[in-house]
């Protein structure tokens, strides 16, 4: 198994640009988690989904949106590109809720896109 | 005040030594995890506990959910040790509002040979 899987790995966009950061796991995970990591700061949450077809917001979901039409592939797409999007953004699936009461599911991570906005 | 809180922020030991990581939250939590960044940025999963302590061969978490406190415990560190890690606790956010998980800022250990 691949596990999860990003692209691309780096990119670099001007302002106002456009762009989809592809996500995709082969694990036959139910959730999965688009977060964002700026320097010195922890992981924020952007999206997330809790199956195909359904998604939710997270902590910091504007000028981000996503869709989810398969079980393997969770795209996360920038619309309008600003210099505070400049981040490292993390795909994360797990098969249930690592959030919820009594579970005993983990997170498994992506490698991560660095996307610098100039 | 950050819901979620480590100490040290960095950390740097010798070979061999005995490594604690703390974490501190300030709200009750379903599950807490700790995390593991290597230096390429790779995020790998240490541990999900929800009560008491759990050991995965040098690496030991432990929980007081009455403090409201964990610990990362490193034995015997070595170099390869040396990366950033994080604590996240899972949070409900209400009955109607779900939950998730919040991250601390991590705390940068570098073991030396």
């Known amino acids: 198994n691949a596990g999860v899987t990003q692209t691309p790995k780096f990119r670099i966009l001007k302002i106002g640009q456009s762009m989809t950061l592809q996500c995709t796991q082969d694990?036959?995970?139910?959730?999965m988690y688009w977060y964002r990591q700026d320097p010195g700061m922890g992981l924020k949450l952007i999206y997330y989904?809790?199956?195909?077809?359904i998604t939710d917001k997270g902590e910091v979901p504007n000028g981000y949106n996503v869709s989810r039409s398969t079980t393997e592939d969770f795209p996360l797409r920038l619309e309008l590109a600003a210099p505070s999007q400049t981040s490292v953004y993390f795909c994360?699936?797990?098969?249930?809720?690592?959030w919820g009461a009594g579970s005993t599911d983990t997170q498994y991570f992506g490698p991560g896109t660095r996307l610098t906005v100039l | 005040k950050n819901e979620v809180e480590q100490s040290p922020q960095n950390l740097t030991a010798q070979e061999g030594e005995f490594i604690t990581i703390n974490c501190s939250y300030s709200v009750g939590i379903s599950a807490l995890h700790w995390l593991q960044q290597h230096p390429g940025g790779g995020i790998v999963s240490l541990f999900m506990?929800?009560?008491g302590k759990k050991k995965h061969g040098r690496l030991i978490a432990t929980i007081n959910i009455q403090e409201k406190h964990s610990s990362l415990h490193i034995t015997a560190s070595h170099p390869r040790d040396s990366a950033v890690y994080i604590c996240a606790v899972g949070l409900s956010l209400g009955e109607t509002s779900g939950s998730r998980l919040t991250f601390g800022e991590g705390t940068q250990l570098t073991v030396n040979p």
């Open positions: 694990m036959n995970h139910n959730y």
């Open positions: 989904s809790v199956g195909a077809g």
């Open positions: 506990l929800s009560s």
């Open positions: 994360a699936s797990s098969y249930s809720a690592s």
